[in-house]
């Protein structure tokens, strides 16, 4: 097996409607051929009028080999848990709480891991 160190990046974070007022956004991934581990962190300071779906962008050059989920959860206020979908091709992931409601609201934070296969 491959050995090495994870590789920091920073995702795009935006809302349904565009970005949100006020947010951090970093991830961490490992790559052992199409094989992607990824982390994300992110936090929506103020998310403004907008309480849809968070995006968050997958590392440069990459794209998703087919419709793919993870997993995470709201870890400041709710708890909730969150999934996130991305589609062949795509290059955003798209996150939701467990009953496909928008997770965007000001003070949320989430952390979300998984694996997913890349072209």
Do not use: C, H
Not at 104 to 115: F, I, P, Q
């Amino acid at each position: 097996m491959a050995t090495g160190a994870w590789t920091e990046f920073t995702p795009v974070l935006g809302l349904g409607s565009g970005a949100p007022a006020s947010a951090e956004a970093s991830g961490r991934y490992y790559q052992i051929g199409t094989i992607l581990y990824l982390s994300y962190d992110l936090t929506i300071t103020t998310a403004g009028e907008d309480d849809s779906w968070i995006s968050v962008t997958l590392p440069d050059g990459l794209t998703a080999a087919a419709r793919q989920t993870i997993f995470g959860r709201e870890k400041k206020s709710t708890g909730n848990v969150v999934q996130a979908i991305i589609e062949p091709g795509d290059t955003v992931f798209w996150i939701g709480n467990y009953d496909n409601t928008g997770p965007s609201a000001d003070g949320r934070e989430y952390v979300l891991t998984g694996v997913i296969e890349v072209n």
